[in-house]
Structures are given as structure tokens and as C-alpha cells.
């Protein structure tokens, strides 16, 4: 097999990675796009669609931490290409599921391969790119979150319209069994010029994780933001489709505009967290919630007969900040755990991550019906983004003591 070039290799990885991100995420994204024909065909309460949400992002807490310890041992190439045969292989298979309890069966475990493409796509980035650069090349890994998102608004609803959501579904699986066949021919473990560092021991290195208290701050703001993030994501369609009274297509296309807003702004947000903040990733990631904030209370209290471009305008602010924050809190767990313990720092920070997506749109649904409004549960969403922002102030950006950079040279080719 060809190898890439020295120079182009971490290029090459940053594809990779990304595409891996891109595809993952399709199956729970395209849930919120398409939930009111998954309520109609299956006769389902938003609770319950709130429920295949949390069972999909349950799998990943499960995997997420045995994945971190398992890449700092075996590294990233071969998990990589498993976890996304399994998930791709799960979610084809749902052209043959009929029920509701199938449905959530495959939902957990595609959810086991998001939970380890999250943490071994931070773990191949943490390994590839300097700290100079490691922000901006996570936050182009993050872009593909958003652009699923983009995707499964505008492209998920009409595909199942026309052909059906199984059909639309078993898509989505081809297209992450493509992601592991690219993973084959392209990803490779570094090398390094010289003896690799001697990481530190898993005990030593595993406990002096567990006593940093900024990393564990930073783990539940990941909690927090995520479970805003998801909620949003998954209630969004139906919140204008029951209260504006939107067509399907059109509420898909706000929620489209608010992944492509969070598309615009992780990239950005990475660079200027590189270069204009040198590095500093908490106080920018602070701001980013306050306007998320604001954008939020902004679509709450929006009367129902406000012009359309202005309800266009606050749901793709929000997209910026409320779903633009990713990457830099990736870069920053990555660097509060470090080296040996990156993967399964990483592995910990996604685990909270996936468990705040996992609780919160389940508590959404269930506050929206029980009141039969939504104001209540937008009410919950704002207080999680307030207690995250508190958080952030005892969140230092220094990186840890433990990170050793070492040159990286050409990848050993792959015996395998």
C-alpha cells in the first residue's frame, strides 16, 4: 500500500477522522429531522423519541472510556475500522425492523460506535497535530457534526418522504461502512523521529486524572452544553412544526440552518483559540455559551406571529454557539489529561458528553408533555447553559505537565 507523504500525512488523518465524525453522527441527527414521520409510522410520544435518542448516545457512554484506555494501548487504526463495521452493519439493518423496540435495540448499538469514533478520532488528532495547531485541526473535525446535522435536516426528510425512513436509514448505514473502508486504506498509527516519550504508567497517570479538578469542571460543562445541544437538536423540528405551524420541509431547513451556522463558526473558533487567544480554549468557550444563552431565551420568548427571517435569524445564532462548541472542548479535555492518559481523558470527557445527551432530550420530552407546552423545558435548557458558564470561571486553559511533544515522522508502514 502507498503511503501518503510525510508533509500530507496529517492531512490525510484529518480526513479520515472527519469523515469517520461525519457519518457516526448521521443515524441520531436524522431522528430529530425525520420525527414526526417516526411518530406517525410508529405511533410514538416525543418521550419516546426522546428515549431513541438516549439509547443512542447510552451505547457510547458505555464504550466511551474502555475505547480512550484501549487507543492508548493498541492505538487508534484497527478500533477505528471495527466500531464503524459494527454501527454500519446495525443501522442497514433497519430496513428489515418493523417496531419500536427494534428500533431502539439498533439505536444502542450504533450508538457504541459513535461513542468510540468520538474518542479515537480525538485521540488520532491529539497524536498528528502540535498544540499550535490542535484546535483548528479539531474544530475542522467538528465541522462534520454540523454538516450532519446539515445533511439529516435538508436531505433526511425528503429521502424518507419519497422512499421511506427505513430505506433513508439503511442509507446512512452504507455510507458509515464506506467511512471504515477508508479508515483501512488510509489511516496509520504515528511514528515518531527518535524513541517514542515513555508515557506514564496507567496507575500514575490515571490517578493524577482523577484528582485535577479543572478536568472534572470542564466533564460536567460538557454534560451540560451537550445535553442543550441535543435537546435542540432533537425537538427543534417538532417545537415549529406544533407551535409555528411549519411544514415538515420548512422546519427541517431551520434546523439545516442551524447546523450550517455551527458549521461556520468551529473552525473559526479553533483558530482564534490557536492564534489570537494562544491557546486559551476556557474563556472563549465561556463567551460562546453566553450567546448561546441569549439566542436561546431570544426563541423562548419570541412571539408565535414574529416574522419568519427573525426566527430564522435567533435558531441560526444559536446553531453558532449552541452547537458550535465541540471542538474546543475535545482540544481542551485532550490537553487537561495528556499524554499517556489522552485517550482515556478523552474516553471520560465523552462519556459525560454522551451521558448529557443522553439524559437531557429525555427530560425535555417528558417536561413537554406532562405541562403540554414547551416553555418549561426550554426553561430547563437555559438553566443547563448558566450552570456551565459558572463552571468555565474555575477552568484553567494550561495544558498538562504530562504533555510531550515529540516530532512526528513519516508512518511506519502498515504489516498488518
Request: hydrophobic share 55%.
Amino acid at each position: 500500500m502507498r503511503l501518503a507523504p510525510p508533509e500530507r500525512a496529517p492531512q490525510v488523518i484529518l480526513s479520515v477522522a472527519t469523515l469517520a465524525q461525519f457519518v457516526i453522527l448521521l443515524p441520531v441527527l436524522s431522528l430529530g429531522a425525520s420525527a414526526p414521520l417516526l411518530r406517525d409510522a410508529l405511533h410514538l410520544s416525543r418521550e419516546q423519541i426522546g428515549t431513541l435518542v438516549a439509547l443512542f448516545f447510552a451505547g457510547a457512554i458505555l464504550t466511551s472510556i474502555p475505547m480512550g484506555w484501549l487507543a492508548d494501548r493498541l492505538g487508534v487504526r484497527h478500533l477505528l475500522i471495527a466500531v464503524q463495521v459494527v454501527s454500519g452493519l446495525a443501522v442497514v439493518a433497519m430496513l428489515w425492523l418493523h417496531t419500536y423496540r427494534a428500533l431502539l435495540a439498533v439505536m444502542g448499538l450504533a450508538g457504541v460506535g459513535n461513542g468510540a469514533v468520538m474518542v479515537l478520532t480525538n485521540k488520532a488528532l491529539y497524536d498528528w497535530f502540535p498544540r499550535e495547531r490542535r484546535a483548528t485541526a479539531m474544530g475542522t473535525k467538528f465541522l462534520a457534526v454540523s454538516l450532519a446535522g446539515f445533511v439529516a435536516g435538508a436531505a433526511v426528510p425528503t429521502l424518507a418522504l419519497w422512499g421511506g425512513w427505513q430505506q433513508a436509514f439503511a442509507v446512512l448505514g452504507g455510507l458509515i461502512l464506506a467511512s471504515a473502508l477508508s479508515a483501512g486504506l488510509l489511516y496509520h498509527d504515528p511514528s515518531h523521529a527518535g524513541p517514542r516519550p515513555q508515557p506514564l504508567p496507567a496507575c500514575a497517570s490515571g490517578c493524577a486524572l482523577g484528582r485535577d479538578r479543572r478536568f472534572w469542571y470542564l466533564v460536567i460543562v460538557g454534560f451540560l452544553f451537550a445535553g442543550v445541544q441535543f435537546a435542540f437538536i432533537t425537538y427543534l423540528v417538532l417545537f415549529l412544526h406544533d407551535r409555528w405551524e411549519l411544514s415538515l420541509p420548512l422546519a427541517g431547513s431551520l434546523l439545516a440552518l442551524a447546523q450550517g451556522g455551527a458549521a461556520a463558526s468551529r473552525v473559526p473558533y479553533g483558530w482564534l483559540s490557536d492564534r489570537w487567544c494562544e491557546g486559551e480554549r476556557a474563556p472563549l468557550l465561556q463567551g460562546i455559551g453566553g450567546v448561546a444563552l441569549g439566542a436561546l431565551l431570544a426563541l423562548l420568548l419570541l412571539p408565535k406571529g414574529a416574522p419568519y427571517l427573525v426566527l430564522a435569524a435567533v435558531i441560526c445564532l444559536f446553531g453558532m454557539s449552541g452547537l458550535g462548541w465541540g471542538g474546543l472542548y475535545a482540544t481542551l479535555a485532550t490537553e487537561l489529561a495528556g499524554g499517556g492518559a489522552t485517550g482515556l481523558g478523552s474516553g471520560i470527557a465523552s462519556a459525560c458528553f454522551q451521558a448529557g445527551s443522553t439524559v437531557t432530550p429525555v427530560l425535555f420530552g417528558s417536561i413537554a408533555d406532562t405541562t403540554g407546552s414547551y416553555t418549561g423545558a426550554w426553561g430547563m435548557l437555559v438553566l443547563w447553559l448558566l450552570l456551565g458558564i459558572g463552571l468555565l470561571h474555575w477552568v484553567e486553559t494550561v495544558p498538562s505537565s504530562h504533555e510531550k511533544p515529540a516530532p512526528l515522522a513519516p508512518p511506519a508502514p502498515d504489516t498488518s
